[in-house]
């Protein structure tokens, strides 16, 4: 895998206009670089599979500093997984955690008569 953007270290800040400033807490994860100014995390090209578990300190010089703690999981797929994968399109959610959506809310992208009876 080439080098990544895996995305945004999140943080909980009142009001989240502030410029921040991102670092590392503690360990340095060796296969991942962190931009300090806009929080994105970045996985290096060939990290080796595993769980790589760190933390990332949020300031932004007003309120008290937050710590987040960033798991990445990092596993290899064979071409066919990839191949054979599919995105699926969630509509009219409610706004309420996802894991309360019923089934019917969410609609697959692809031709449904492409899978076959992979669909209940």
Known sequence: MPTTVLGKVYSPDPDDW????YVFEGHLPSYFILNTRTGFLIIKENAPTGAYEFQVRV????????VSTITVHV??????AIYNSAS???????????KSVPLQKIT???????LGSQLP
């Open 18 to 21: 502030d410029n921040k400033t």
């Open 59 to 66: 300031s932004d010089g007003v309120w008290p500093d937050a």
């Open 75 to 80: 596993r290899e797929l064979r071409d066919e």
């Open 88 to 98: 699926l399109r969630l509509a009219e959610l409610p706004h309420s955690p996802l």
């Open 108 to 114: 697959p992208i692809i031709n449904p008569r492409l």
